[in-house]
Nanobody, 122 residues
C-alpha cells in the first residue's frame, strides 16, 4: 500500500516561511509526477504545485514566485518551500502522487497523504 506522509505545517505570521515535507516509497517518487494541494475550510481542494518525474515544475498563479517544489531522491522526499506567506494560504496541505505528468486536477491523483495544517496569522 502506497503511503505518503506530510509534515512541517504549523503557525506562522504573515510574511513568514514554512517548508512542508512529503515522504514515501522510492518507486512512487521515481515513476510518478507528484503534487501539493490545499484545502481551506468550506472550500474545494485546490492545486498548489506539481513536479514531474524529470523535475519539471508547475505552480498555481496564487503561489508562483512565493512557493517552490523540490524533489530529493536521496530520501526520497518532496518539499514545498513556502515564502512570503499570507493569511489566504491558511489551509490543510496535502501531498499527492500517481499521475504520469503534472496535473492541476485533484481527481487525477491516486495517492494522497493525510495532510498537514498551515495557519498564517495576520
Amino acid at each position: 500500500q502506497v503511503q505518503l506522509v506530510e509534515s512541517g505545517g504549523g503557525l506562522v505570521q504573515t510574511g513568514g516561511s514554512l517548508r512542508l515535507t512529503c515522504t514515501g516509497s522510492e518507486n512512487i517518487f521515481k515513476v510518478h509526477a507528484m503534487g501539493w494541494f490545499r484545502q481551506a475550510p468550506g472550500k474545494e481542494r485546490e492545486f498548489v504545485s506539481a513536479i514531474s518525474s524529470n523535475y519539471g515544475t508547475d505552480h498555481a498563479d496564487s503561489v508562483r514566485g512565493r512557493f517552490s517544489i523540490i524533489k530529493d531522491m536521496s530520501g526520497p522526499t518532496m518539499y514545498l518551500q513556502m515564502n512570503m506567506l499570507e493569511p489566504e494560504d491558511t489551509a490543510v496541505y496535502y501531498c499527492a502522487a500517481g499521475v504520469t505528468m503534472p496535473e492541476m486536477r485533484a481527481l487525477k491523483y491516486i495517492y494522497w497523504g493525510h495532510g498537514t495544517q498551515v495557519t498564517v496569522s495576520s
